[in-house]
């Protein structure tokens, strides 16, 4: 009994001192900012207070979620037992990666601290200790556990993919940020839990591979963003579909069955064609790859990895014929997509016509709404159909301010825009230039999918908007086009 002790207390002095050297590399964030009003976007939103965790790696500089320091206005910091907060600014943020680096520029706060190190993508079974300021405190929390699970699967802060690694250390909000820890290096950072299973203390780090990328991305000075191939595939699991390609007993691969615009510019893929192999891995025709977990993964994170600007070699079967491809990541997660993950900082572009607020949807507007119309739901993770410099964007109107002319559009909220006097726009952009150009006594609007249309008389718009601006202290925007006059010009009011 005695020499059990004396192993245990051998033990907890190792782990004491390991702790030790880890909380002078933490640091406590704060982060006063406010949300964006998407029902008035001409207004700010409201001001709010959180925080967070970082940690000091090589450079003085403290990396974080990108969460954690979202939407500034100020930030500070401080270390572990000081009772002096340093200002701080945001030197670089990824919101598809949920990473953010922070700096300080005064000397004094890195004054006593430690440097953490990357270690490499953590093993199945690894004891991990995380560290973070959760609620529920004020101090430096420390929880362990073991990584349970690696994966490929969404971040909650940007609605976009990227490997992730599971564990069932506790890690709750405020934790965010902070490192976790395997053989005394930084295995990932803490960014987000589950919900559902907290009574199993599920929670999810950032692991080494991601923020390796993150660091790389920067080097430049910019944030490029995590690279995307727009295409849909299927799995080729299927007996008869894989005859019907030609596809060999020992070939894997997915079939492309639709191209988004981005890739129909390219020229470099067809629909039809089955890709078997990415960066010289073998694609499951499950749609996998092997990984280091010994298990497999979703094929996605062969791009993932990857940085803007690179080639990608890639092999696809097509009329039964292998073609090899050198292909070039020119986008982004985000560029590909027609509705936005999240973005920090955002700005809301509006239009105001009559009371109709209309804005572009982006995921942000999503998150709050218990219903979300059809129309948005089949277009939620639809990549671009045009590869053109004006965005392919979804146009809605997100809210009716009640006024006399609106009476009986109430019923239009949360509807989308597809034309306007029988012309179709996708985008702000092109909603404006069609308003510049009526030359008729009404302004048309139709909507998706079932075309009912609001018409606004020209003489009234005149008349009631400056009404309704005052009343509602409505912004224009400033891209917004010139009001629409009430006069009509004589030829167009000759034809009516």
Partial sequence: MRRWLVLLSGLLVVNIS???DVRNAVVQIFNQGHDVNFQYPWQNGDMVSGSGTGVIIAGNRILTNAHVVDNSLLLQVRKVGSDKKFTAEVAFMSDERDLALVTVKDPEFFRGTEVMSLGALPLLGDEVTTYGFPVGGTQ???TRGVVSRIDYDVYAHSGYPNLICQVDAAINPGASGGPAIVNGHLAGLNFQGLPSAKAANVGYIIPPPVIESFLKDIADGKVDGVPEIAVVTQSTENPQLRQRYALAEQDGGVLITSLSGLEKEKGLFKEGDVVVSIDGQSIGNDSTVRFATADRIDMNILIARRQLGESLPISVIREGKKVDINYPLTYSLKDARILLG???????????????VIVEVNQDMMRGWKYIPPAVDIQRFEYRKT?????DRLLMVINILPDEMNI???YLQFSIID???NISVSNLQQLREQIKKIDSEYLALGFAPHNPQVLFSRKVLAERTPIITERYKVKPSEKSPPALSAEIPSAAATTQ
């Fill in 18 to 20: 390991l702790a030790q």
């Fill in 140 to 142: 430096l929390a420390i």
């Fill in 419 to 421: 034309k306007v006097n």
């Fill in 408 to 410: 009986g559009y109430e």
């Fill in 387 to 391: 590869g053109a410099a004006v965005e």
């Fill in 342 to 356: 999240h973005q920090s900082n955002f700005v809301p572009d509006y239009e105001v016509i009559g009371g109709l």
